[in-house]
Every structure is written in C-alpha cells, then in structure tokens.
C-alpha cells in the first residue's frame, strides 16, 4: 500500500511569484477544496496551481468540458459543503452567466476569478484590459447584487481571494474577483503569512429541526443559514422563483420577496462590504479614480503632480461592486476635477459621472485595452482638468 505525502494547505514564507499563482494559494489558504475550470489565457496559471496543490491537500481539481459544465460543478460542490471556486477570461465568464445567476437565485457561495483581457470575442488573448466591469455587474440576467474585487498586485491577489472566499460565505452568494492580465502575469514578491494569522468565516449553518427547516428563511442580517446536501434537512433548490421552502411560486407577490431577500442581503451590509483606498486626497483639486493595475499608473501620476505642484491624489477602488457611491459623491463635493483612469472605454466612469451628478466635471482616462495607461497621458489629463493644460 502506498502514502501520499500531504503538502501543508498555506506555504507559509516569502515567494516570487505571478498574480494567478498567488491567486491560486490565496484559495488554499481560504478553504477552498474543489475547483472546476477550463483552460483559458490568461487565467490558465490559477487552473495549474489548483491542479497541483489540491490533491496535496485531500481537494479536487476537475477540468470540465467547458466553462458552463465548470461553473455548474462549482456549485453543486459548494451545496454539498466545499468551498469552490473557478477562474477564467471574458470568453469564458460570458459561458459562466447563465450558472451564475443560477448560484444567485440558490444564493449558493462561491469564487468566480476573472482575469480580464481584451475583447470583445477572442480578442487580444494574452494581452490585458479591465472591459468586463460592467458584465460583470449586469451579465446574468433579472435583478440582483453582486460582490466584486479587484487586485492591484499580486500581493493583493492573494489576500483578495481568502476575502471574496469569507465575503462569499458570509452573504451566500457567488462573489468575483475582477483582475487584470498584467496582474495576473506579474511576477512580485508575494508574502503568505502563518494560518493563525488568516482569519475565515464559513457560511451560516442550520439549528433545530430538520424536517421544519426553511433554507431561505433569511437570519438577523438578512442571510439564510444554509444546510448541505445529505445531512436530512428538507431541501429544496431551484432557479425559479421560489418561497422560504425553497418551492416554486409563480406570483409577482413571490418574486419581489425574493429579489427583495437577495438584493437587501447585500444593500443592507454595504458598510461592511465596501472597501475603498485613499492616497494623497486630504487636500487634493484633482482627483483620479481607478482600480487593478490601472491604479499603480494613477498612482506614480499622482506622485509626480504634486511635484509639479498640482494638488492630486487617488481613490481606489478595492470593491468595484456594489459601487462606492457615498465615497464618490463626498469627493465629488470637495475637487475641482474628477479623472476616472481604466483599461477600457469608460464602463466604471459612468458610475462616476451618474454619482458625481454635476457637482465636479469628470473625465476619462482609458482606452480599449492592450497596453497599460502611461503616467504621462494621465498627467495630461490632470493639467487639462486642473485648468493648466
């Protein structure tokens, strides 16, 4: 009889490594024990990683046929009591809607990593761009909320991925991690602290008896406790629109208690949910808003405008979705000039434009996708915002 040889799940230390490996180990040190995927540039490396270290751990990697299988594998091993989670680029995430709002519907937890690149179709493959923020808001279709991250360094990739996978249970409901290629291919130091240093929440869990069990009667912050597969509750999920019990009912009255359950989950938390970043605002004129990799350009912009003399600074966008739209509008009320800077053609400004509503111009820093935005073409902006162009 032979022995397997158990790699520990955190490999704690220092490492060099790219942002889908760190992505990868940022799973594993979450809990994530099952993956399903499918190939796909330039989220390939996180699918590698998964298939390597999970089976050190006692998980499960699976290459499904296609990224809709890969999606409806990740939740039914998530309704069977493992964390799952899946990566892809935009064809792919496209194929993963549907799935998607099904996981919504079941609020059935789980990560969903999308590594952006140019599109739209197969596009620019191995080449970067940030242009699936807005599907990834209003892909599926209906009405819902959703969570979405988005790392600016590998670093960042890491921990990002344990907090979707404690956001994800905590709210029950599929949570996306928005990357880019150029941070998904970066290769930085990458720290992987000791597990008692890495905090994780598991979803909320059933009490009392079984056969009265309601699996969407909501708890005291609006999330249902959720039972497993096999374990003798009375269980019931579906797409459709359905009741406390998990059963169809085909009423407007029906469907507006649900999408009122999965909505207000997550409007009623925005406080705890929303994480945003400042970097030299406190007396900024000019403010730029941007996010990924993105931000580490606005970042250097803002740098050399104060030593231009300009009064810059940054906001930075660390949940994307639901939108910080408090924090826009305060500094709406407060610069003379808001500059959103992102690898597309201004998906997450229209978010800025509707939350600033007049109260500060607003301009856009972005292109197609393919490159990364240059220091200089920001700085351009910021003079011509800043009436010094």
């Known amino acids: 009889m032979g022995f397997v040889f158990m790699q520990p799940a955190v490999l704690t230390g220092e490492h060099f490594i790219n942002g ?32 390597k270290r999970l089976p050190e751990v006692g998980g499960v990697f699976i290459q499904m046929e296609d990224e809709i299988a890969a999606m409806a ?15 892809t680029s935009g064809p ?15 609020e059935t937890p789980c990560v969903v990593v999308n590594v952006q690149r140019a599109g ?70 990458v720290i992987i602290p000791d597990p008692s240093k890495i905090r994780l929440q598991s979803r909320p ?33 579906t797409g459709l629109t359905h009741d406390e019990k998990g059963y169809p009912v085909m009423t407007a009255e029906a469907h507006s208690e649900m999408v009122s359950r999965i909505t207000g989950k997550i409007r009623a938390n925005l406080s705890k949910i929303i994480q945003v970043e400042e970097y030299r605002l406190e007396d900024a004129d000019v403010a730029l808003i941007s996010y990924g990799i993105s931000s580490r350009s606005s970042m250097a912009a803002v740098d050399e405008a104060r ?10 966008l660390v949940t994307v979705w639901p939108f910080p739209e408090d924090a826009i509008r305060a500094l709406a009320k407060r610069v003379q000039c808001l500059i959103t800077v992102e690898l597309n053609l201004g998906q997450i400004h229209m978010e800025v434009q509707r939350c600033a509503g007049g109260m500060a111009p607003t301009l856009l820093v972005g292109h197609a996708g393919g490159t990364v935005i240059t220091t200089a073409r920001i700085l351009e902006t910021m003079h011509a915002g800043s009436g010094r162009g």
């Open 205 to 237: 869990r059933p009490k009392g008896r079984k056969d009265r069990f309601k699996p969407f009667h909501p708890g005291a912050n609006g999330v249902a406790p959720m039972a497993h597969a096999g374990e003798g509750y009375l269980v019931h999920l």
């Open 92 to 106: 792919g995430f496209s194929l993963m809607m549907e799935n998607i709002g099904l996981g919504i519907a079941m």
């Open 120 to 189: 739209p179709s197969t596009g620019l493959p191995t080449l970067g761009a940030q242009g699936d923020m807005m599907q990834a808001r209003w892909g599926s279709h209906g009405h819902y909320e959703i969570i979405a991250l988005a790392p600016a360094s590998p670093q960042e990739f890491f921990f990002q991925t344990i907090a979707a996978f404690n956001l994800s249970e905590t709210y029950r409901l599929p949570v996306m991690i928005m990357a880019d290629e150029v941070v998904g291919h970066l290769c930085e130091r």
């Open 20 to 51: 889908d490996s760190a992505c990868a180990e940022g799973a594993l040190a979450a809990g994530c024990r099952f993956f399903a995927g499918y190939p796909i540039t330039p989220a390939t490396e996180i699918a590698e990683q998964m298939a």
């Open 73 to 87: 594998a990740v939740l039914g091993a998530s309704c069977a009591g493992t964390k799952s989670m899946t990566a």
């Open 307 to 316: 030593e231009q003399g300009m009064k810059a600074g940054l906001l930075r």
